[in-house]
């Protein structure tokens, strides 16, 4: 009798390429090609998330790659629809992971869009089930990141739009708004909401911003629906055909 032949075990090993994942959906194409199909006019800068291609995981702010081209990062609060509005945006089901203990990836994920920029996603905040030490280290690293990183063109703030501008998404605006980053806010799970309702947190949020912080954008955002894929793919493009010069405080 032949020995049977060993049960090869499945290891889950570090993030590589995930080009063989299958796409759930045609990505919003960033590219200027894209761009000009969908408006009719020729577009000179573009952010192609549709190539974006995992490259790091960072820690320590120490181990941040060298700056380079744009960066845009994604920040949220935790449950907040940040990871499944990243994958919508590239048409891909698993770029960024979606958790099921939010809060517990504490990492700063930078994804390669070629030599056209970064897409990075920064960890979730304010999920209750984590420990002190881990609020204290996030507080570093994304309190680091936003405040001192030469490359960085724009944060993508999330919000559950059934539950915006809480305490600590403002406390992140504020960050921001000390750094002199731009920032546009996805209003996510619109679905979740009726048209009025979606239409009067839009309009409430964005006489917040105003206030607080000028110069800042909002939309209505829904994964499943595929709600407002347009218009944050419009206004990624001209962030980053812009990018905004004025450096971080203290760079």
């Known amino acids: 009798m032949k020995p049977a032949k060993p049960v090869k075990k499945r290891i889950q090993g570090p993030r590589k390429k995930d080009g063989n994942l299958k796409k759930s959906a045609k990505p919003a194409d960033f590219s200027p090609a894209g761009r000009r199909a969908a408006t009719g006019k020729p577009v000179a800068n573009g952010f192609p998330l549709a190539e974006a291609q995992f490259r790091i995981s960072v820690h320590d702010p120490r181990e941040l790659p060298p700056p380079g081209p744009p960066e845009i990062a994604f920040a949220g609060r935790s449950n907040a629809g940040k990871s499944s509005a990243i994958n919508t945006l590239a048409g891909r089901r698993r ?3 979606v958790s099921k203990t939010p809060g517990r990836t504490q990492l700063i994920n930078f994804f390669s869009l070629g030599d056209r920029g970064f897409l990075v996603d ?14 204290e280290h996030w507080k570093h690293l ?3 990141y936003v405040a001192t990183r030469p490359s960085l063109a724009a944060v993508v703030v999330v919000m559950d739009s059934r539950h915006p501008l809480t305490e600590l998404d403002r406390t992140l605006l504020a960050w921001l708004k000390d750094a002199g980053r731009e920032v546009h806010v996805l209003l996510t799970k619109a679905d979740k909401l009726s048209k009025q309702a979606a239409a009067a947190t839009l309009a409430g949020v964005r006489a917040q ?3 607080e912080h ?3 954008t909002a939309q209505l955002f829904s994964s499943l ?4 894929i347009p218009e944050a793919t419009a206004r990624l493009s001209r962030i980053v055909g812009t990018k905004n010069k004025a450096p971080a405080k203290g760079e």
């Open 225 to 228: 629906k595929r709600q407002g």
């Open 95 to 97: 770029l960024a992971f």
């Open 122 to 135: 920064l960890p979730g905040y304010g999920y209750a089930g984590v420990p002190g030490a881990v609020r």
């Open 209 to 211: 911003l105003a206030r």
């Open 142 to 144: 994304v309190g680091t």
């Open 214 to 216: 000028p110069g800042a």
